[in-house]
C-alpha cells in the first residue's frame, strides 16, 4: 500500500504531499499516506478477523471517518476547531453504541475507588479521546518518532494482554507493530530516501484513537475483571501526554492558542541542545521504554495504584518544571560543550 499510494500522491490531480516551510525542513515534496496504509492494512485485517476486537465494526468505521478527515486537513490544512467537532462526535457515537466510557479510574488517589457517574464519565472519556489523539498528533514531528512512541505503547499493551492470558488483543497489538514497521522503515530514509513518506495527520489521529479505544477496552472491561488498571495506562503514554500537557500550558500562559504550532516540543529541545534526529529519536523512544517498563513493573508487583499516580505526578512536575527552564539549561549544555571541545583542542 505504501509503495502504490506514494505513487498515487504525487500525481498532481492528488498532490497528497508535504512540502517544506518555515517549520518544516525537510527536502522535498513527501508524499503523506503513511496513516492511510495502515488503516486500510488494518481494516483488511479486521475484515478477515473480526472477532478479535470488541466492536471491530465500530471502530473500523471509526477509524475510517478519522483517516477522512486527517487526509482533508494534509490537503487543504482544514481549521482545528472543524477536527475537534469531528473527534468529539466520534467519542459520544462511540460511546453510546459500543458503552464505551471511563467509569472506573481505580484507587489512583488511595482513598478508596473512584467510580465516575455517567455524565461526568462520559465528559471525562470525550476529553481521554481528544488528549489520545492530539497527544500522538503533536510528537510527530521527528522522522520515525510517531511510529516508535507508537511501537513502544502497542508493545507495553501487547506485553499485558498476553500476561493476562488476552490473546486477540496481544496479538492484535503485534499486528500493528508489524503494520507499521514498512513505514518507519520508509519513513527513516532505510529503503532510499526517494521512497520518504511522511504519516500525516491522518496516521497520527489513527494511532492516538487506537490507544485510547484500546486503554478503554483493557481498563474498563465489560466484565468484573480489568485487564490493567487505570493508572497504568498514563505510564504507557507518558512521554505523549507530558508532552501535549506541558506545551498547551505553556501556550496558554503566552496568550496563544494552545493548538498553535510552534519549535518548542521535546524532540525540539534535544535537537537545539545538538543531537541529531536520529540520536533525538533513540533517546525520547527510550525514555518512552523506560516509562512504559515503570508502568509494567508497577501492574505485575500490584505496587498500589496511589504510589503509581503520585510518582507519575512527581515525573510529570520534574518535565514541566523543566521545561519551562529548558532555554536557560540548554545555554549551559551549549557553553558546557564549547568548553569541553575548546579544551580537547589545546591539547
Known sequence: MLFFLRKVAKHPMVGLVDKPNERKFHKGAVPLVGGISICLSILYFLYNNPAILPHSMLYSLSIMVLVGVGALDDKFDISFKLRL??????????????????????????????????????????????????????????????????????GGLGVLFLMHGSLNLAYLCLVFIVIMLPYILLNLGLLG?????????????????????????ATQPATDKEILRPVTALWLIAVPLMDMAAIMHRRLRRGDSPFKPDREHLHHIFQRIGYNSRQTLLIICG???????????????????????YLFVVFFALYAVLLNYIWRVVKRIRCVKRLYRFKRSIR
Do not use: C, W
Not at 469531528?86 to 472506573?104: E, K, S, T
Not at 530516501?193 to 477496552?217: E, H, N
Not at 525514555?287 to 499516580?309: C, D, H, N, R, Y
Open 85 to 154: 467537532v469531528v473527534q468529539i462526535a466520534l467519542a459520544i457515537v462511540v460511546m453510546l453504541y459500543a458503552d464505551f466510557q471511563l467509569v472506573n479510574l481505580g484507587n489512583f488517589l488511595g482513598f478508596g475507588y473512584v467510580h465516575l457517574p455517567l455524565p461526568i464519565g462520559g465528559i471525562i472519556t470525550v476529553f481521554a479521546v481528544l488528549g489520545a489523539i492530539n497527544a500522538f498528533n503533536m510528537v510527530d514531528g521527528i522522522d520515525g518518532l510517531l511510529g516508535g512512541l507508537a511501537s513502544v505503547t502497542f
Open 193 to 217: 530516501r526517494r521512497r520518504k513518506v511522511f504519516m500525516g495527520d491522518a496516521g497520527s489521529m489513527l494511532i492516538g484513537f487506537t490507544v485510547i479505544f484500546l486503554l478503554i477496552v
Open 287 to 309: 525514555i518512552a521504554l523506560v516509562f512504559a517498563a515503570i508502568g509494567i513493573t508497577g501492574e505485575v508487583l500490584k505496587i498500589p495504584e496511589s504510589i503509581m499516580f
